[in-house]
Structures are given as structure tokens and as C-alpha cells.
């Protein structure tokens, strides 16, 4: 089941956000601030976490890191007054999720209760894509295996054949089919050159001969 943190120092606000969401579709924590709950993070039980009310905002932005060295797919979202520009740029350079602007009224409960549907989405989707790689690099080893036993074979049975010193010619296969195919190349170039020379020497020997029997019939 999906797990939400609701971190409030107001009993009352945390129990107004966590009426927003589905109890059974959601495993809600609600505690008076994020330290109480951290266990829930570090077991990955708790994937979403809803920050609200009021806190010092520099202590959040060391916050953050902490949060996702715990788990680096945890979703923050923030729901704050204004807050300066430079610091808002501080805190999502950290990895927040979602900054919410606190507003009065239904809107600012409806747009919180959205923003936790998606992070929920997002951190499903990076948990496959990371499950994902994680199969290919299981996949890959044993190819990586073959290929590293294929080379030390190679590197081992080299020297072998280079060791009988019965011949003077100790080139590998593939050089004498490389220079063969070489070879080949250039015979192909010559051929038509040659015949060409044919041609003209046949022809001047027949046109030597038709001269030699014209004179002598004169």
C-alpha cells in the first residue's frame, strides 16, 4: 500500500489533510514533524511526504538531502507561505517535488490532494525503471563472463603457436587471409589493364601482318 506522511505541529491541520485521501488506498502516517516518522522513511514504508504548516526554512533545505539519502525515490512536497526567490531555487535544486503556495479555501487542499496522486505515479514509474536496469545488468554479467573467458583463452593460446620456432613464418590467419584479400584487389585492378594490352598489341600484330601480305602480293 502506498505510504503518506502528513508532518503538521497542528493536530488539527494534519487531521484536515489526511481527510483528503482514501484510507484504503493510502497507508497515512501523520506525526508532528518528519524525525518522527523517519523509521517509515528508511524502510521505504512511507514514499510521499507532505511537509505543512510553519518551520524554519532553512532547516528544510538541509532537510531534503537527508530525506532522499534515506530514500533517493521519496517525493517532498511543500506546502508554504512565499518564501524568497533565491531559497525557493535552493530547495528544489535539493529535490523537492512539489512546492504549494498556502491559500484559504478548497483550492489549496485539492491542489496538495493532486500533487500526491502524481508523485505517487512518478515514484512507481523511477521503482520499474530502476527494477528495469537493474535486470539488465544481471542479464549482461553472464555475456560479460563469456566474453572475458573467450579473451583470456585467446591471450593464453596466442603464445602457443608462437612458440614453434620449426617455422620462420609466424602471422596469424588473419593476416594471410588480410593480405590474400589484398591480393585479390589488386588482381582485379590489373586484369582489365591487361587485356586492354592484349587487345592492342593482337591488333598492331594483325594490321603488321595484313601490310607484309599486301607488299608481297604487289
Known sequence: M???LIANK???SREQLASLF???E???????SVANALEGIINKEIQVVVIDGSYDEQNIVKLIPLLKKCNRNISIILASDEMPIDLERRIRKEGIFYHALKTAGEDNYEEIRQAVNYAFKKYEENTNIQATKKQRGKAMFPMKSVLSTIAITMML???????????????????L?????CALLIVAQLVPAVLVLFGMTKAVAQGVAEKRSSAKSH
Open 2 to 4: 502506498n505510504g503518506l
Open 10 to 12: 497542528n493536530e488539527e
Open 22 to 24: 482514501d484510507k484504503n
Open 26 to 32: 493510502y497507508q497515512i502516517t501523520k506525526a508532528d
Open 157 to 175: 593460446v596466442s603464445p602457443a603457436f608462437a612458440v614453434d620456432t620449426s617455422q620462420t613464418y609466424n602471422s596469424g590467419i588473419l593476416t
Open 177 to 181: 587471409l588480410f593480405v590474400g584479400f
